[in-house]
């Protein structure tokens, strides 16, 4: 059974071609054309998901792992908005994410019509194409075409578009046989590798005695850890690598704000590169920023295969391609350089390494402690989605588990959609996903949980400190006289939420109960876990601010 509407045929039918597998549908009426096409498509695999935003994350956490495009179908009106932050974080976090909208007609739009917004174009700024189709036989072949450049932007430039589709009444007809259609296809390649001048930057790059490899949000590759190895090996090269990056060694600075945060001007002016290379998404840590906007390189590269990105306000040059490409070429013509700079800090490093676990041998139950606890518990070969704000800050001082992947939304860095990513995740990878969030991150996205596609193996680490806590660690929100407007302090807990989206449920709320809760937490059970451990809020700024100060 297939919709009538040649126009939901024509879309249906460019899914299946460019390899669209997944769409994540919520219920409405205007769709329902698009809706009874893809759920009886036997190559297309369709999912429910009453709430837009949930779902846009859920389809989100899926394309993230499978590394290509997810299609997400809603109504006409309000719905369609719900995606929004899904698709700006998509946007900046490069996923090819596909919303499919339906739409009333042009000539029912600001007449007063039901459930009618302007559709058209509504995701302009964060969005790689937008496709406006017209329902009408004559402009199929302009429909196709639309069609065929938007799904194949979202594979090639790997990012989010946007396809509204409106159909007129009737909606529910159906007959048993699709149309066949021709969508052109249209070139995947946007890059000039022959261009870059490699034996230009080597020379540049021999001749410096401090070098910098920055690292952000990056996928488990096997290849460029290979190709990584020829830097570690260079006393001249210093790796900064942060949690979200996939990338491991035992030379790396895995923990920027452990190293960099009690550094003074000497010792700034002492790690200021001469040159400085980055690759991979959005960096978390706010502390080397700073350190580089105000000590900058005489020379900033940054390796992406779409957009040069000037976070550090002293980029000189744009290398377009993809890491691997870049370093398998650049690797051949480099060379060793004499200099004590890897070594000193590798030192310091270890010292502060040494402190850090000092330090965490003393101090009582908190968030802190909790972390160590959390990632020293993890099993091999797992993968963490970790929410944003003070959970993911908590992580970057810690050396994870090198068979542990680790993933986060830092596209835009919000706490909306933490759980539903993680969920979506969980359902396309065979690996077990372990969500560690913070309680408004987690009721924020508590519809997250009202969802049929949820693996058993699923886990939830809630720290729930009762607000958001973040507010009582950044400087600023203290000092004023609205900071319950900042933390927002409650009294929620997940339990009742367990019993009504069926998810078994344990909690915490010291060193030993917390460990006792993480010795059977992963094992095999019939229904996904959650773990909710409770720390004191008033307690936990303290042992973090305290905890820089010791590590000295």
């Known amino acids: 059974m297939y919709p009538k509407k040649e126009l939901a045929?024509?879309?249906?039918?460019?899914?299946?071609?460019?390899?669209?597998?997944?769409?994540?549908?919520?219920?409405g009426s205007r769709n329902a054309p698009l809706t009874i096409g893809f759920s009886n498509h036997a190559a297309i695999e369709t999912l429910s998901i009453v709430d837009e935003r949930c779902a846009a994350f859920?389809?989100?956490?899926?394309?993230?792992?499978?590394?290509?495009?997810?299609?997400?179908?809603?109504?006409?009106?309000?719905?369609?908005?719900?995606?929004?932050?899904?698709?700006?974080?998509?946007?900046?976090?490069?996923?090819?994410?596909?919303?499919?909208?339906?739409?009333?007609?042009?000539?029912?739009?600001?007449?007063?019509?039901?459930?009618?917004?302007?559709?058209?174009?509504?995701?302009?700024?964060h969005i790689l194409c937008s496709a406006n189709l017209i329902e009408n036989p004559k402009f199929n072949p302009r429909n196709a075409q639309l069609i065929g450049e938007a799904l194949q932007v979202a594979t090639s430039q790997k990012g989010p578009v946007h396809i509204n589709v409106p159909f007129d009444e009737p909606l529910y007809e159906t007959v048993e046989e699709l149309k066949s259609f021709h969508f052109p296809r249209i070139s995947s390649s946007f890059l000039d590798n022959a261009n870059i001048d490699y034996n230009k930057f080597a020379n540049i790059?021999?001749?410096?005695?401090?070098?910098?490899?920055?690292?952000?949000?990056?996928?488990?590759?096997?290849?460029?850890?290979?190709?990584?190895?020829?830097?570690?090996?260079?006393?001249?090269?210093?790796?900064?690598?942060?949690?979200?990056?996939?990338?491991?060694?035992?030379?790396?600075?895995?923990?920027?704000?452990?190293?960099?945060?009690?550094?003074?001007?000497?010792?700034?002016?002492?790690?200021?590169?001469?040159?400085l290379i980055t690759f991979g998404g959005m960096i978390i840590s706010k502390r080397v920023k700073k350190f580089l906007r105000e000590y900058p390189p005489k020379h900033h590269w940054d390796i992406d295969e779409r957009k040069a990105t000037n976070t550090y306000f002293c980029l000189t040059d744009f290398i377009q391609t993809n890491p691997n490409n870049f370093f398998s070429n650049f690797n051949a013509k480099i060379l060793k350089s004499e200099s004590n700079y890897q070594s000193k800090w590798l030192t310091i490093r270890d010292k502060r390494r040494i402190k850090h676990a000092e330090y965490l041998s003393k101090i009582e139950h908190s968030d802190f402690k909790v972390f160590e606890q959390i990632l020293q518990s993890v099993p091999n070969d797992s993968q963490l989605q970790i929410s944003n704000s003070a959970v993911i800050r908590y992580a970057q001082l810690f050396t994870i588990n090198k068979t542990v992947e680790v993933y986060c939304n830092r596209g835009t860095s919000g706490i909306d959609g933490t759980t539903s990513t993680a969920i979506g995740a969980a359902f396309t990878n065979n690996k077990q996903t372990i969500c560690i969030t913070g309680d408004l991150s987690f009721f924020y996205d508590s519809n997250a949980l009202w969802n049929k596609n949820i693996p058993n193996s699923f886990r939830i680490i809630l720290i729930n400190n009762s607000g958001g806590g973040i507010f009582k660690i950044i400087p600023g929100p203290s000092t004023t006289n609205a900071s319950k407007y900042f933390e927002t302090p409650h009294c929620l807990t997940a339990e009742h939420l367990c019993n009504m989206y069926a998810f078994e449920y344990q909690k915490a709320y010291s060193i030993a109960?917390?460990?006792e809760a993480l010795k059977g937490f992963y094992t095999s059970s019939k229904q996904p876990?959650?773990?909710?451990?409770f720390t004191p809020s008033a307690e936990n700024d303290k042992i973090l601010k305290d905890y820089f100060k010791y590590i000295q």
């Open 205 to 275: 790059w021999n001749t410096l005695p401090k070098k910098m490899i920055l690292v952000g949000v990056n996928y488990p590759d096997a290849a460029l850890h290979q190709l990584m190895d020829l830097y570690a090996d260079d006393n001249a090269v210093l790796i900064f690598t942060e949690t979200t990056s996939n990338l491991h060694h035992e030379k790396a600075i895995d923990s920027i704000d452990q190293l960099i945060f009690s550094l003074q001007e000497e010792g700034f002016q002492d790690l200021q590169p001469d040159i």
């Open 529 to 533: 876990k959650i773990l909710e451990i």
């Open 513 to 515: 109960t917390v460990e």
């Open 58 to 125: 859920f389809a989100l956490g899926i394309a993230q792992q499978k590394q290509k495009p997810v299609a997400v179908l809603c109504t006409s009106g309000s719905a369609l908005l719900n995606y929004y932050p899904a698709v700006a974080e998509a946007f900046y976090s490069n996923i090819p994410l596909v919303v499919i909208s339906a739409d009333r007609p042009k000539h029912l739009i600001d007449i007063g019509d039901g459930q009618t917004i302007r559709q058209e174009n509504v995701f302009e700024n």
């Open 9 to 27: 045929q024509l879309v249906i039918s460019a899914c299946h071609q460019f390899d669209v597998d997944t769409v994540v549908i919520s219920p």
